[in-house]
């Protein structure tokens, strides 16, 4: 069974950074992609940033030019880089992997919550 386990989440103002984390229990090798979603109160999981196993990445528009998504291949991990922070990007933000199987895999989700 694969795992993943998030971290970085919390809260922050407006403007501020935080980096959020997501490690895998298998190797890169065995990854077709890695995103990050998020999904705010009242509202659908929403795809924000998600990279391939090539390494090409690509981001929803209202994250684009703030966040960044990238990986660690020795560590198996993969993070988000958020910069510029508004209260709108409040959320619990989850990692999903899909191995080269295509089977899909899921973080326990983190909160992150920017205050104004």
């Known amino acids: 069974q694969v795992q993943l386990v998030e971290s970085g989440g919390g809260l922050v103002q407006a403007g501020g950074s935080l980096r959020l984390s997501c490690a895998a229990s298998i190797s890169i090798a065995s990854i077709n992609t890695m995103g990050w979603y998020r999904q705010a109160p009242g509202k659908q999981r929403e795809l924000i940033a998600i990279?391939?196993?090539?390494?090409?990445?690509n981001y929803a528009d209202s994250v684009k030019g703030r966040f960044t998504i990238s990986r660690d291949n020795a560590k198996n991990t993969v993070y988000l880089q958020m910069n510029i922070l508004k209260p709108e990007d409040t959320a619990v933000y989850y990692c999903?992997?899909?191995?080269?199987?295509?089977?899909?895999?899921w973080g326990q989700g983190t909160q992150v919550t920017v205050s104004s």
């Open positions: 999903k992997l899909t191995t080269v199987l295509f089977r899909d895999y």
């Open positions: 990279i391939t196993r090539g390494g090409s990445t």
